[in-house]
Structure formats: structure tokens, C-alpha cells
Nanobody, 115 residues
Framework: QVQLVESGGGLVQSGGSLRLSCTASRSIFRINAMGWYRQAPGKQRELVATIISGGTTNYADSVKGRFTISRDNVMNTVYLQMTSLKPEDTAVYYC?????????WGQGTQVTVSS
């Protein structure tokens, strides 16, 4: 079993920035992929950004150029740097990590962007 602890959400004005962190309870050195998803009220959960074992990143079109995903293997942590935030970025953001032995989700952290 793997626990994921997320932090960094909050309330920010449009155009502002936030950095989300997700720390895993075991090493992320040999993950298949790790990423961030979000779910807005009344909508399905959607992919925001992922980073795979080789370091390749993938972003939703809606966040390209504004969000950056990165990882720290020593700290077992993945980050999501969010800039130029928009009200439509408001959602609960979930961390996900995929190992060969299982797929795990964090509890979610709320991001609210005011106009």
C-alpha cells in the first residue's frame, strides 16, 4: 500500500500562482508514471499533467505553457507549478502514482481561482 499526501492548494486570484506537492510513502524512483488530475463540480475527473519514468511529461492542452510538472526522487515528491491561473482551473486536484504493483490516489486538494 502507498499513501500520497498532497498540499499546496488554496484560494488565489486570477493570474496568480500556486505550487502543489504530492509526497509518496515509498520511493518513486521506479514508478511507471505519476501525475495530477482535477475534478471540477459537476464534471468528470480529467488529466492535468503526467511524468513518466523516463522523465517525459504530458499536459492537457488547457494548461500547456502555464503548468509545469516535476519530480524529486530523493523526496519522493511530485510537484505541479501552476502559473497564470484562471477561474476555470478551479477544481479539486488529485495526485496519482502508478507502480507495477498498483495504482494509487491522493485525497485531493482544493484549488480555487477567483476572478
Amino acid at each position: 500500500q502507498v499513501q500520497l499526501v498532497e498540499s499546496g492548494g488554496g484560494l488565489v486570484q486570477s493570474g496568480g500562482s500556486l505550487r502543489l506537492s504530492c509526497t509518496a510513502s515509498r520511493s518513486i524512483f521506479r514508478i511507471n508514471a505519476m501525475g495530477w488530475y482535477r475534478q471540477a463540480p459537476g464534471k468528470q475527473r480529467e488529466l492535468v499533467a503526467t511524468i513518466i519514468s523516463g522523465g517525459t511529461t504530458n499536459y492537457a492542452d488547457s494548461v500547456k505553457g502555464r503548468f509545469t510538472i516535476s519530480r524529486d526522487n530523493v523526496m519522493n515528491t511530485v510537484y505541479l507549478q501552476m502559473t497564470s491561473l484562471k477561474p476555470e482551473d478551479t477544481a479539486v486536484y488529485y495526485c496519482n502514482v502508478n507502480y507495477n504493483f498498483g495504482n494509487y490516489w491522493g485525497q485531493g486538494t482544493q484549488v480555487t481561482v477567483s476572478s
